[in-house]
């Protein structure tokens, strides 16, 4: 194939990634199986990682995919995989379309000491069992969280706008939903890394992936060393600069003839540029070339050395664990992790949560909170996919580490009882998959009754709504006065699904809640007795 | 549908929404409207069949559907969605029994069929699990969505001694015909639920209804508008641990149906079916007291039928 057809071939291959990642995570009418998510999603880098570190399993080996291809290609990922990296192309060729600006880019240094500590800091977080860092940069998650908070709710209510004119019109292939209200808070920091990856990407094309994005980075490391690279062909380049004012990671240098491949993000707009057929993608030439042309016009890159100075090491030393972790990451090795992770300290229960519950309820498949907090980087597909819009973010209810990652929240909904799609479609294994019969009896937090809150009790009325929602009987209807009856926990069958605690009536305090297991635990399959009753159908008791 | 006709339909329809909210007094004109059907009848009892033949025999003992539904009117038909579960563990209406009711409206001429609940769980996966939204597609009914508040309406309830007001759902208000078809079932909260209790799943805010006594509510919401004919679904039936149920140990297999306009009479009926005095049930008693129906069975002319 001409090289001059492989960026027609990445914009179509990149859009049919944004377009899926974008509309998995609006979509509110279920629309895509789980299985097309968790496929689709099988590339997604950061989360792949974090998954293998928490299961060895082949569903979490996208990233070995992605690490190949880079080692051989370069960072084609970041071209045509990562939404993130897709939106930020989408919006800077609008703005360049708008700012009928031809030249918008030209060659910089790489910011390497940001770049790399930032990187150094998100391994060394991950080997201490914290995910805090990759969650607050993670280009995945960080677009997820921009459909989920500013997206969808723009499509929802275009949605629910039309869909009542067009019921009123006897058409009914749209309808309503409403979906709880996100905290003004939890959108802070999506709203700030928003306005930060635009205002990046409008100014400076792909500077985000190249300084802030901790996979870029890697990636990019890794790439120096792709077996096919990008070059100047001295031969026949006319040093007409065309590829330099493209280069919308400012990484080639047509002066210098140079390429800095490690901020390629593989978008070939150079290839197509180039008038003089003189920017080249082939194997083991690119290289060298490259490696050639880096050196003389990286004097400050020697320095940096350790040996040179001392006082630059902790970039070598990110380097280094970064190294380390990607092996044991390889290798599937997490003892170092779980050992590390005994150190993080619980939730701050002390801080956010309600006087009476002691611990947040982290979705069935969690394992436990700490199991959850270390592995989920807060992408909210789960919050998107939750049926009964349980699943809620959190702001500080996990304590810092547990930033925005999402929380059973049963004043918003309840745990559909046979549902099981949060734990099939999270693609770090933050939620593990369950089967239905498995979340039957997984319990991830127990019911409180306060019997003075009832409004049995407190009304002498009849009311019985807990018990009626209780899929496992945990809450039962016991005789109370006369016709009356009121509600009776039985902690054991409990699995904390929140059925009782949504659907009561009493406020502000509810009667009946969850309080969240640390560890989840496994609940007792309620006793039934089977109804044994003659029916005689000759008989008519009336 | 062309743009013209859509934009003639939509204006139209819209009108007609428009201006029949703008008026009050739904209760005498619903009133009004209940069929003096000369039905041979006050109630139906068939035991001992499938839910679809059971309910053939039962509406020719009554004459037929056509008592009730007349050609080119709309109809809604109001089963129990409320769970998703399984039709097997009997917590929602049979499926099967659902699409025969539709199936005969529109033998009668009906010009449309619409179904909907507001359920208690997920609404899609409700309507997904019951089975019930495969029926009304094959029916060539349409199931609707009942989980929002735009859908409902202010309605009042001035004969109610509790429930002054309530939200129903606009399809109510529409319809020309509502056929209630409950499933009969034992209830936490309501002791058990047939057709008075079925009706909550056509208003908006249940919970204050939970939280302001519950029996005399559903008996209050009965003063407001009867259904055209109550449809009782007792074939599968949960005698214990409703309304939702844990298995189906719960279940007994009652195979019975019990069909009356009378919703009062229907739910005597059916409690007795399950093993309850229909005194002893707060709604029905209540419902009786305040003239909705009657409970008391002796003085019905009653049909029996036994498949």
């Given amino acids: 194939m001409q090289a001059r057809y492989l960026k027609p071939l990445r914009v179509i291959i990149s859009l049919f990634f944004l377009v899926f990642a974008a ?36 569903s979490a080996l996208g990233f070995l995919v992605v690490l190949m291809l880079t080692v051989l290609f370069g960072r084609v990922y970041c071209s045509t995989i990562c939404p993130l990296g897709i939106f930020q192309d989408a919006v800077s060729w609008i703005s360049v379309k708008l700012r009928r600006k031809k030249w918008p880019y030209r060659y910089t240094r790489p910011h390497n000491i940001l770049r790399y500590s930032l990187l150094g800091l998100t391994v060394i977080f991950m080997v201490f069992g914290s995910i805090l860092i990759l969650n607050l940069l993670d280009p995945y998650s960080n677009f997820g969280r921009f459909m989920t908070y500013f997206a969808k709710p723009v499509v929802l209510g275009i949605n629910n706008w039309v869909a009542p004119m067009l019921m009123s019109g006897g058409i009914y292939t749209l309808y309503p939903v409403t979906l709880p209200a996100i905290r003004w808070e939890v959108m802070m920091f999506p709203l700030a890394m928003l306005i930060l990856v635009i205002w990046l990407s409008l100014k400076y094309g792909r500077l985000y992936c190249n300084t802030v994005c901790p996979v870029g980075t890697l990636l990019g490391y890794i790439s120096r060393v792709s077996l096919v690279q990008i070059y100047i062909d001295e031969q026949s380049c006319t040093k007409c600069g065309r590829c330099d004012r493209i280069c919308k990671s400012s990484c080639m240098s047509f002066r210098e003839g140079l390429v800095d491949f490690s901020r390629c993000v593989a978008c070939y707009n150079c290839l197509r540029i180039c008038p003089d057929n003189a920017v080249k993608y082939s194997a083991n030439h690119g290289r060298k070339i490259n490696l050639m042309a880096l050196n003389p016009v990286a004097p400050l890159k020697q320095s940096v050395t350790p040996q040179d100075n ?204 969850v309080d969240g297991n640390p560890g989840h635990m496994i609940a007792d399959r309620p006793e039934t007795e089977r109804v044994e009753r003659e029916v005689d159908f000759d008989d008519f008791p009336f | 549908m062309k743009r013209r006709e859509f934009l003639r339909k939509s204006v139209g329809a819209g009108f007609v929404a428009g201006t029949t909210l703008s008026f009050t007094g739904y209760n005498k004109l619903f009133g009004s409207e209940i069929p003096e059907a000369d039905t041979p009848y006050d109630l139906v009892a068939v035991r001992g069949g499938e839910p679809e033949e059971m309910f053939d025999k039962a509406i020719e003992a009554m004459g037929g559907l056509g008592n009730w539904v007349k050609p080119n009117q709309s ?233």
């Fill in chain 2, 75 to 307: 109809v809604l038909v109001k089963p129990n969605i409320g769970w998703d579960v399984i039709p097997e563990r009997g917590a929602n209406t049979n499926p099967g029994l659902v699409k025969r009711i539709i199936e005969k409206c529109y033998e009668a001429g009906a010009r449309e069929v619409v179904v909907f609940d507001h359920t208690c769980d997920n609404w899609r996966r409700s309507y997904q699990n019951s089975g019930i939204e495969a029926a009304v597609n094959a029916a060539g009914g349409r199931i609707l969505p009942g989980n929002d508040e735009r859908f409902f309406r202010d309605i009042t309830v001035p004969r109610g001694k509790q429930l002054k007001e309530a939200k129903v759902h606009e399809l109510v208000l529409n319809a020309d015909v509502f056929i209630n078809v409950p499933v009969l079932k034992h209830h936490g909260g309501a002791q058990i639920t047939i057709a008075l209790k079925n009706l909550m799943g056509i208003i908006w805010d249940r919970r204050w209804w939970h939280r302001n006594n519950l029996q005399q509510c559903i008996a209050d919401f009965g003063t407001w508008r009867q259904p055209d004919l109550n449809i009782v679904d007792a074939y599968r039936v949960m005698m214990q641990n409703g309304p939702r149920g844990v298995s189906e140990d719960d279940i007994v297999m009652m195979k019975s149906l019990v069909i009356s306009p009378d919703m009062v009479a229907a739910d005597a009926a059916s409690a007795r079916l399950f093993g309850a005095e229909p005194h002893q049930i707060g709604h029905i008693r209540m419902a009786h007291e305040l003239g909705v129906g009657t409970m008391e069975l002796e003085n019905l002319s009653i049909q029996r039928i036994v498949v």
């Fill in chain 1, 23 to 58: 509309m998995i995570f609006i979509d509110f009418r279920d629309s895509f199986s789980e299985n097309f998510i968790s496929s689709f999603l099988f590339l997604q880098f950061a989360p792949s990682v974090v998954k293998i570190i928490q299961v060895a399993a082949i």
């Fill in chain 1, 310 to 513: 001392d006082t630059t090491g902790m970039i070598d030393d990110s380097k280094r664990s970064f190294i380390l972790t990607a092996l044991m990451m390889l290798f599937g090795i997490n003892r170092f992790a779980k050992g590390a992770v005994e150190d993080i300290p619980e939730p701050e229960q002390d801080t956010t949560i309600p006087e009476d519950k002691n611990y947040p309820v982290s979705p069935p498949g969690s394992i436990s909170l700490k199991h959850f907090n270390k592995a989920c980087t807060a992408c909210t597909l789960c919050v998107s996919v939750c049926p009964t819009h349980v699943l809620q973010p959190s702001l500080l209810e996990y304590g810092v580490g547990g930033f925005l990652q999402p929380r059973m929240d049963f004043h918003a909904g309840f745990c559909n009882f046979d549902c099981t799609s949060c734990g099939e479609v999270c693609p770090t294994g933050a939620i593990l998959p369950l089967s239905v019969d498995e979340k039957h009896v997984t319990q991830i937090g127990v019911v409180k009754f306060e019997r003075e809150n009832c409004v049995v009790y407190t009304d002498n009325t009849s009311c019985g709504a807990c018990s009626e929602h209780c899929p496992t009987r945990a809450c039962d209807m016991v005789p109370y006065i006369g016709e009356l009856t009121i509600p009776e926990v039985d902690e054991s069958t409990c699995i904390g699904c929140g059925a009782c605690e949504y659907i009561c009536p009493t406020r502000p305090y509810r009667a009946i809640y």
